[in-house]
């Protein structure tokens, strides 16, 4: 390999994963790229279909099939020696209620990888969730949330990522006393990401592949009564292109580690997203309109009606904006996902 970089995605066979290990590939020819998953969820098709997307002949990366927790990470990073480690993996599920699995897998897993990579001096980008922020006074006044609105999340997913998010603050506060200066890692919050690589996701895919698959299957897209409801819709290729510049991969070389939001900034109203799917899919004005419908009890209990990434900090921290506008993304998307079909 020579002076080739190397790097450790967990998650990397999953959706935002199998993304940046293409991207990582794409970037750096001849970089070692090694994959950590269980494929519990992840799927040997994502990095086979988004190295493809990517401009890769063929994925050229190492698969360690294995669960975080069943690591040696101090080992594996001083093997490898990894320039940044990616920690993606995690249960994704909003709607697992075994809450004792949810903590162990999300965030007691964290423990050994964060300390791990202070020991070594290794940086860390890790995958936190809008999940933490449930339902703040931001929501009702349908303003951007700021990173010190959360903490009081919704379900057990959340909190799991909190609890992660309370590690890295308290390790890396020890470790300033102990060195001097805060350690390389960055904590991103990703809102509502979608596009290419999440068809394997099933009932956790984005709003605009589950419409896209409405429509596809001959069927009306179908939201929630009254489709007002709004969330931060952010584009897979931001959202890499965001976590590549925690590691320092972006234009800023030495982002200021930290917690920070990964969105596009923007509340895209449900019913906007289905119109954009629609238009997508080459459907006309009155062709298969929205069908709405009530939102079950057991959902609402803890669902976001509102959620929208404030990236001030992001911004200045990370040096990183999107750029992908969600509307023009979602309609983008549902025309690859169209023209995908059609290949297969």
């Not at 409801?229 to 952010?234: E, G, K, L, S």
């Not at 972006?250 to 119109?275: L, M």
């Amino acid at each position: 390999m020579g002076n080739a970089s190397a790097y450790i995605v967990t998650g990397g066979a999953g959706f935002v994963g199998s993304n940046l290990v293409a991207r990582l590939l794409q970037n750096e020819p001849g970089a070692r790229v090694v994959v950590v998953d269980d494929f519990s969820s992840g799927s040997y098709a994502n990095l086979v279909e988004m190295c493809r997307r990517h401009g890769q002949r063929a994925f050229s990366g190492e698969v360690l099939a294995s669960g975080c927790d069943e690591i040696d990470w101090e080992t594996l990073i001083e093997d490898t020696s990894p320039l940044a480690v990616f920690h993606l993996a995690a249960i994704t599920d909003t709607t697992v209620a075994d809450e004792r699995r949810m903590i162990e897998q999300n965030s007691e897993a964290f423990r050994p990888i964060l300390g791990a990579c202070l020991h070594t001096a290794t940086r860390l980008v890790y995958a936190s969730s809008a999940a933490t922020y449930g339902t703040p006074e931001e929501a009702s006044e349908r303003k951007a949330f700021p990173i010190d609105a959360a903490g009081c999340p919704n379900n057990v997913y959340g909190f799991s990522k909190w609890l992660m998010e309370c590690d890295h603050r308290a390790w890396a506060e020890a470790h300033r006393e102990e060195v001097g200066q805060a350690p390389w890692v960055v904590g991103l919050r990703y809102f509502n990401v979608f596009g290419p690589g999440e068809s394997r996701k099933g009932r956790m895919a984005s709003m605009s592949y589950q419409l896209w698959a409405q429509i596809h299957a001959g069927g009306r897209p179908r939201l929630f009564r009254d489709g007002t409801q709004a969330r931060d819709q952010v584009h897979v290729d931001d959202v890499v292109g965001c976590t590549l510049a925690a590691a320092g991969l972006g234009e800023k070389k030495r982002p200021v580690p930290g917690i920070y939001n990964v969105g596009s900034g923007t509340a895209t109203p449900f019913g906007s997203v289905a119109e954009a799917v629609r238009r997508g899919c080459g459907l006309g004005v009155d062709e298969r309109p929205v069908e709405f419908f009530d939102m079950p009890e057991s959902i609402r209990a803890f669902y976001q009606d509102y959620t929208c990434a404030d990236l001030s900090a992001t911004k200045s921290g990370l040096g990183f904006v999107p750029s992908i506008d969600p509307i023009e993304g979602v309609e983008a998307y549902a025309r690859w996902l169209c023209a995908s079909s059609r290949r297969n």
